[in-house]
């Protein structure tokens, strides 16, 4: 998706814009459009050629609200756009599509393993990961960036499950497709084969994972799966396959395209200086703000629910776009302005309530090793050709990424193998 000011004038009217459409997203710009919904048409309602209807809101005050009430909005009829009114198969099994009690339950021990605390212990093996990651490009002047970091969520959360390496480059790809099957990089001939491929392929391997004796390490985060009790009794191996995709495909589909973002941007503003080493927290923060990965979730209205821009009627679907509401002027100063020293930063880029990113701390962590390894590598980066971007509703991403960089002399010893 590209990024630009939200200022531009629109050539087409807010109704005819395709919000479904992945394609938009590859070669169009959505911010003017959110803006504009923002402004007059906050909630905005969309029908598609076959009949599904979906409302959008772009404030953040109404998409904190839709995500932060999970009585008046469900996630247990999907809670991806893509699942539009095909309801969703692993609710009240996979924490992202299950609503409270349930979800509190499931979540509760995870958080134990992925908290702050529990995450800071692992930055040593991050950091020997992102070195092993940029070991190959590091005597290269011309690379892309997109593809080195491709393999970074695996190096780090596959660890972290325990996933063999020799399986990584399949996972990588399979959680590509299912985040976004009508990328014309991604489709297998059509995007709901695409999706049966990915899911098949990342469930059955969960399954046959889970079985194999081999694969059975109580200190990995399968293991933990597998033996943690939520709500006083162990997860079913369905449980435990739903919520292996569910932690995989968070950090692949999100965190390589938080750092591809974060660095166009960059390369776009050279006037911000990441010489000081807490300028990476801003970095990060406003990073994620502009880039916001995770674009849009879905939910179902429960009961008729009052937002700012109207009313929602029970059972409507409800698309909350993410980077709309972190680009809020009612909400962040000049929101246009990519600004590493932006001070009040309340992006919403993990989420809010509830379903807030699980991964979040993981993420941060290993955004902010990925930057201070990659400023410690290169001492300049440019752009060195055309940008592509994802088609997909769901992520905001980039595809390629092509960058020219210069190598610090003094980086050579850090990087040995
Ligand atoms: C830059 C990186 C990331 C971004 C932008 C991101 C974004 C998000 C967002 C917006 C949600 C909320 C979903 C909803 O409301 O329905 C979410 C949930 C989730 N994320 Fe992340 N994520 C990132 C990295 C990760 C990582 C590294 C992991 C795994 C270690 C992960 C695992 C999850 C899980 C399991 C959930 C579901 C939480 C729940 O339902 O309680 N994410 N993520």
């Known amino acids: 998706m590209r990024i630009s000011g939200g200022t531009q004038t629109l050539t087409v ?11 938009f997203y590859a070669t169009g710009d959505p911010h003017p459009v959110w803006a504009e919904m923002r402004a007059r048409h906050p909630l905005h309602r969309q029908e598609l050629p076959d009949g599904r209807t979906f409302l959008s809101v772009t404030r953040y005050r109404d998409a904190c609200r839709v995500l932060g009430d999970h009585r008046g909005f469900t996630s247990e009829r999907g809670s991806l756009l893509q699942q539009l009114g095909h309801g969703d198969r692993a609710a009240g099994l996979m924490l992202v599509s299950t609503d409270p009690p349930r979800h509190t339950e499931l979540r509760a021990p995870l958080n134990r393993v992925l908290s702050a605390k529990a995450v800071r212990d692992l930055e040593p093996d991050v950091v020997r990961a992102v070195r092993r990651i940029l070991r190959p490009v590091l005597d290269h002047t011309e690379w892309d960036l997109a593809d080195c970091v491709a393999q970074l969520p695996m190096a780090v959360a596959g660890t972290l499950m325990g996933i063999p390496e020799t399986d990584w480059a399949q996972l990588t790809q399979w959680t590509a497709m299912a985040a976004a099957p ?4 991604l489709c297998v001939r059509h995007p709901a084969a695409t999706l049966a491929i990915a899911h098949h392929g990342l469930f059955d391997y969960f399954a046959r994972h889970q079985r194999d004796d081999r694969c059975q390490r109580p200190d990995d985060l399968v293991g933990y799966l597998t033996s943690m009790l939520a709500g006083g009794r162990r997860l079913t191996p369905e449980e435990v396959v739903y919520n292996c995709y569910s932690l995989l495909l968070g950090a692949n589909a999100t965190t390589p395209h938080a750092v591809t973002g974060t660095i166009l941007a960059l390369i776009e503003h050279p006037a911000q200086s990441v ?8 970095l990060v923060e406003e990073g994620l703000r502009w880039t916001s990965p995770a674009n849009s979730f879905l939910r179902y209205a429960r009961q008729d629910v009052e937002l700012s821009g109207g009313l929602v009627r ?7 776009w993410v980077g709309s509401a972190n680009r809020d002027e009612d909400v962040f100063v000049d929101p246009y302005r990519f600004d590493i020293t932006r001070a009040d930063n309340r992006h919403i880029a993990f989420g809010f309530g509830p379903h807030y990113c699980l ?10 090793v990925f930057f201070a390894e990659l400023f410690r ?25 092509p960058v020219l960089t210069r190598r610090r002399t003094a980086s050579s010893r850090e990087f040995a193998a």
Do not use: K, W, Y
């Not at 109704?15 to 394609?23: E, G, Q, R, T, Y």
């Open 13 to 23: 009217p807010v109704a005819d814009v395709d919000l479904f459409a992945a394609d």
């Open 182 to 185: 009508e990328d014309p990089g």
């Open 275 to 282: 010489a000081a080493p807490e300028a990476l927290t801003g």
């Open 314 to 320: 029970e059972g409507e679907a409800v698309a909350v």
């Open 359 to 368: 991964g979040a701390p993981l993420a941060r962590m290993t955004l902010t």
């Open 377 to 401: 590598a290169f001492d300049r980066i440019e752009l060195n050709g055309p940008v592509t971007h994802l088609a997909s509703n769901f992520i905001a991403g980039i595809t390629q990424l």
